[in-house]
């Protein structure tokens, strides 16, 4: 069975100090990893795609990258506007090749102060 | 360009009842996936629907149903509610098979009493 344990739960952070979410999955065969941005109350918004270890992607103060195992989400200087949850999400090859379901973790909650 | 659309926003229903949510995917795509996330948990896969047909479906019972239709909107259905039910639920929707970015409505926040 597919899994996605994301780390930490809850992250608090001050305007401008850099940190990185973990998002740690077993799968038997990924076809890609994405990464939402939540809001309170609201859907996922899609950020990124990654789809084999050593790909990186940027966007303004995020950078996502990938392993075999994991991914890493990177905010470099945040400012309070980044607060939201952070999910990640994955797409495996299984039994049934003719879906694209995504298996999520829990997302982790970000908290950016001024 | 429209994004995905959702209603009803919120719905309230009592235990015993049926609901019936509807979806309009994005622009251009053929594909709709359901989804429940309950508070503080990430979303959890329902099922998905292409070219009018249930294609994959995740652990939820058959109290869950669905339906697509030739515009490629959708509709999902619960019967039987349970308080466990109360969720947001979440409509995305894609292009086609293979790796694709799966764009989210704003869900439907259903409380079940």
């Known amino acids: 069975e597919d899994q996605v344990t994301q780390s930490p739960e809850a992250l608090r952070l001050q305007e401008g100090e850099s940190s990185s979410l973990n998002c740690s999955y077993t799968?038997?065969?990924?076809?890609?990893l994405f990464w939402y941005r939540q809001d309170p109350g609201k859907g996922p918004e899609f950020l990124f795609t990654l789809y084999s270890a050593g790909e990186e992607k940027e966007k303004e103060r995020l950078k996502a990258t990938l392993t075999k195992k994991e991914s890493f989400l990177h905010i470099t200087a945040p400012k309070p506007e980044d607060s939201a949850t952070y999910l990640c999400a994955v797409q495996a090859f299984g039994n049934n090749n003719a879906g694209n379901m995504l298996t999520f973790g829990g997302g982790t909650r970000l908290m950016v102060k001024p | 360009d429209a994004g995905v659309t959702q209603s009803p926003t919120h719905l309230i229903k009592t235990r015993g009842q049926q609901v019936t949510l509807r979806c309009s995917p994005k622009s251009g795509h053929d594909t709709v996936s359901w989804y429940q996330q309950a508070l503080g948990q990430g979303p959890q896969f329902i099922f998905q629907y292409y070219e009018e047909e249930e294609r994959q479906r995740g652990n939820f019972p058959d109290r869950f149903s669905g339906h697509q239709f030739p515009n490629y909107s959708s509709e999902l259905n619960v019967n039987a509610l349970l308080l466990g039910d109360s969720a947001l639920y979440l409509c995305a929707s894609s292009l086609g098979a293979g790796v694709r970015e799966q764009f989210f409505g704003p869900g439907t926040r259903l409380t079940v009493l």
């Open positions: 799968v038997s065969g990924l076809r890609g």
